[in-house]
């Protein structure tokens, strides 16, 4: 399937997520994923979807995937262990 306007697109995030709230905040999450392989380079990541489910690919890695999985949570990110193990949480940097 191929988006081919913001309203489709609309309407597939409305049905991977639906609970607005929930929707906002893996959102924020997403895009700012989306940036930061931006900023690291402009052609090696991608944005795919299916009916139930939208993922971030850099490369050939499944970066993170937002889907309505009760059983797991809203949205699945790919996490380096080192890096969340020595990581501040944001509000308690400074």
Do not use: Y
Not at 10 to 31: D, G, K, T, Y
Not at 46 to 69: E, F, P
Request: net charge neutral; hydrophobic share 45%.
């Amino acid at each position: 399937m191929v988006l081919g306007s913001e309203d489709e697109a609309r309407r597939l995030m409305f049905s991977v997520l639906s609970n607005p709230e929930i929707r906002q905040r893996c959102m924020m999450v997403f895009a700012d994923a989306i940036e930061v392989a931006n900023r690291h380079a402009r052609d090696v990541w991608a944005v795919t979807h299916t009916n139930d489910k939208v993922r971030l690919i850099v490369g050939h890695i499944i970066i993170c995937t937002l889907a309505n999985r009760p059983e797991h949570g809203p949205i699945w990110m790919a996490l380096d262990k080192g890096l969340v193990g020595t990581s501040k949480p944001p509000l308690e940097q400074s």
